[in-house]
């Protein structure tokens, strides 16, 4: 398999590069990436010289480009992480580049796997395209729940989503799309929450929580989205969608003081802030239909403890690139809008 995986610089990219290098160490992997301020190649520096890896830089919504690196390195799959995925950004400015991205590059991407007879590509979104649950009901996102997105981020990426059911219904363009709920693991850009909290509670800063920290969401460690993705990658079936999740909901006050209590901080840290407009209440994914092809996520409810400590130590463990990232930060919030 020679599989480009377009974003692979940003944190779930890399989690899965990481992955496919070891479980599939004859695979050539093509990380065709922007290097937006998202984009890090510290993450994949511990693998940078193996001569399984290769790194092209391009736009998503470029498709010369995409043509270009895809004949030059004969390209047979196709996985796309990415996007603009940060749901404040979306909210308070740049919505361009959300769009831009997440629904345009979508079908650049669609228009170059025709070109280039791809085999197979997987469209990497989000249980957010599905809009929210009610808090205490038992209900659940299936592949069938309606696509109602109430943030622009999900907005954008339903679009990218959508393009490709219609690439497949008209072209029969061999394409699944997935969609996830909140990942957590090493790697993630410190604007997310799990990341944010642990950047702020290291420093003894005030942990800032949305509204009343009841929104749930439902956790998966990346390495668990990564062997269901490789899973499709060989076993789904195109022009099908599948939700992946680990059925772990959590409220965001579970979350923060978990992290405080791994980090050894008090619960004094929290502060309650204004709730985020639109905020959704509460994602919570039904996965019956990967999870017949036999997937096995290996940080599943009761091993999320184990999954957030290991979390939580791997951005202690790894200072150089923490303090990397932290001296980026406020240069980084300059620039975007
Ligand atoms: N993080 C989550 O909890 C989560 C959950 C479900 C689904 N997803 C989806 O998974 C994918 C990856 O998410 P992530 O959290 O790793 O994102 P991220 O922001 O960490 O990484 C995105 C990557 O895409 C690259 N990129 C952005 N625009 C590009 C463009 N136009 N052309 C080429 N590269 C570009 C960036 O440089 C970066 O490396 C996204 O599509 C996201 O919607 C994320």
Known sequence: MKLMVAGGAGFIGSN??????????????????????????????????????????????????INEVMQKHQVTHLI??????????????????FVLTN???????????????????????????????KLGENTFFTEDTPIMPNMPYAAAKAGGDLMCHAYYVTHKTPVIVTHCSNNYGPYQFPEKLIPFFIFKAMKDEPVPVYGDGLNVRDWI??????????????????GEVYNIGVDNERNNLEITKMVLGILGKPESLMTYVADRPGH??????????????????????????????????????NTEWVEKIRARMSEINQHIK
């Not at 025709?114 to 085999?119: L, V, Y």
Request: net charge negative.
């Open 221 to 238: 460690h990346a390495l668990d989205h990564s062997s269901a993705l490789d899973l499709l990658l060989h076993q789904g079936v195109d």
């Open 280 to 317: 959704d209440r509460r994602y919570a994914i039904d996965a019956s239909k990967i999870m017949k092809l036999g997937w096995k996520p290996k940080y599943t409810r009761d091993m999320f403890e184990t999954g957030l400590k290991e979390t939580v130590q791997w951005y202690l463990d």
């Open 103 to 133: 629904s345009l590059g979508v079908q650049m991407l669609l228009d170059a796997v025709r070109a280039n007879k791809i085999e197979r590509m997987i469209n990497v979104s989000t249980d957010e395209v599905y809009g929210a649950l």
């Open 16 to 65: 899965f590069i990481h992955y496919m290098l070891e479980s599939h160490p004859d695979y050539e992997i093509i990380n065709y990436d922007k290097l937006t301020y998202a984009g890090n190649l510290d993450n994949l520096k511990d693998i940078e010289n193996n001569p399984h890896y290769h790194f092209e830089q391009g736009d998503i919504t470029d498709l010369v480009r």
């Open 80 to 97: 796309n992480f990415a996007a603009e995925t940060h749901v404040d950004r979306s909210i308070h400015g740049g919505i361009k580049d």
